[in-house]
């Protein structure tokens, strides 16, 4: 749940027309789909034995530590804080907060729904990990019913579009050929993937968390898998390839379709349960990420504190919820999303190369292995790089921002050190 959870937020609901806008076809739009679905089983392959050789708490923070150096755990961990995870849990919870406005007619600010949304998942987080996991499997079966529903609904309720197969947006002389808009199609097709390395976060939690790691990022993926695949070709069904990319909000024009505003208001109600569930999941498991880096000195001694009934690290959990309703707040969001991405897949490339290191290393892996290692890894590791030089060829300012945040971490890592002696890690 927590896995499925870290993944299905809104994009699903609006991506599927983002993608059709740069392939014109049902093949080519199910094709990147598919390769987005293959990619991010090859993820969960190398995190499945990360995780199986390294259960420990913060994941990749622990990953990058012992692997490379202190140092790249402490940026990994001041990224996810000051802009990646923070900057995405933000503007999911302004995505749940309009929606939510919209299906109870609340006519305040939605930047006030976000925040309300933000401190309730921080209480109820601090209530212990057993209280956050339950909130989420609740949610997490809610919006994949939704999903399941739209699909459902969809397919027996909507005439298929008569269309030429190919059909779409014209591609002008300018444009660099099908495999640069294949690439381009793969940018929001992985951000919609993305998010089910954070179930590592909480190894240390889990119990067997060599065998149950392994086994959640599996399933969990290839669920999501299925589900994304569904909605794809129901709205392909639904309005062929040109209309799919002619709306903004496919899901919502689907279900209108079929039942009318009725419809509209079913569908705003399963995008509130699907972003308020993945903000859930966001809270659980990146405050155990500070908490990490607090044990080891590389943070303020008082995210490394857990409470003593809950066992929850309650300041860590508080940190990620203030950071994060300050983004909310701000407006910025948006721009964040911009330039993060890139800085995000530089890190999901470097945690695959970690399994060589360790493989290398004195410890064997004596639980889950990568199928197809090395050939896999490396192809996870040149896809994940892939992202960042499409990203750098499209928005290079953006990228620049986000390298500029990166780097900033390596003074302040320094001057950390310098002023507080880091106990051993525990």
């Known amino acids: ?69 202190p140092l790249v755990g402490f940026l990994y961990g001041w990224c996810l804080l000051l802009v990646s995870h923070s900057g995405g849990m933000a503007a999911v919870a302004v995505t749940f907060a309009q929606y939510f406005c919209q299906l109870t007619g609340f006519a305040g600010p939605p930047w006030q729904v976000a925040v309300a949304a933000l401190a ?53 002389p300018a444009d660099l050929g099908p495999l640069r808009q294949f690439g381009a199609a793969m940018v929001p097709v992985l951000f919609a993937y993305g998010g089910w390395q954070t179930a590592c976060f909480i190894g240390g939690e889990v119990q067997n968390p060599k065998r149950n790691l392994p086994r959640a990022l599996l399933w969990g993926i290839l669920g999501v898998i299925v589900l994304y695949l569904s909605v794809n070709v129901v709205c392909l069904r639904a309005f062929g ?34 972003t308020f569930g993945f ?11 500070y908490y990490a880096m607090a044990r080891d000195g590389m943070f303020f001694n008082a995210f490394g504190q857990v409470h003593p009934t809950t066992g929850a690290p309650v300041a860590a959990i508080a940190l990620q919820g203030i950071v994060a309703m300050i983004i909310a707040v701000s407006g910025r969001y948006e721009q964040i999303l911009n330039y993060v991405v890139s800085v ?28 197809g290692h090395p050939w896999t890894t490396l192809f996870f590791i040149a896809s994940c790089w892939a992202v ?39």
């Open 120 to 172: 309730l998942l921080t209480v109820i987080n601090c209530l212990g990990v057993r209280t956050g996991t339950l909130v989420q499997t609740v949610l997490t079966v809610l919006k994949a019913l939704a999903i399941v529903a739209l699909v459902t609904i969809g397919w027996i309720l909507v005439k298929p579009v008569e269309e030429a197969a190919g059909g779409g947006p014209a591609v002008s």
């Open 279 to 289: 903000l859930a999941q966001g809270m659980l498991t990146a405050p155990r990420v």
């Open 241 to 274: 390839p040109a209309g799919l990319a002619a709306t903004s909000t496919p899901a919502s024009d689907l279900m209108r379709k079929a039942l009318g505003e009725t419809g509209g208001r079913l569908i705003a109600a399963g995008i509130v349960i699907s």
């Open 344 to 371: 995000d897949f530089i890190f999901y490339g470097l945690t695959a190369c970690c399994v060589f290191l360790f493989r290398r290393g004195d410890v064997a892996p004596a639980g889950f292995r990568i199928p």
């Open 1 to 69: 749940m927590v896995v499925i959870g870290g993944i299905v937020g809104a994009g699903i609901f609006m991506n599927p027309a983002v993608v059709a806008k740069q392939v014109h076809t049902p093949t080519l739009i199910l094709g990147a789909w598919l390769v987005g679905g293959l990619i991010a089983m090859v993820g969960a392959f190398i995190y499945a034995e990360l995780s199986s050789v390294r259960p420990h708490v913060g994941g990749q923070y622990a990953y990058f530590r012992e692997a490379f150096h």
């Open 388 to 426: 960042v030089a499409n990203l750098l060829l499209g928005h290079g300012w953006d990228s620049l921002i986000g390298f500029g945040i990166l780097l900033a971490g390596v003074p302040v890592y320094f001057i950390r050190k310098a002023l507080t002696r880091a106990p051993s890690p525990q």
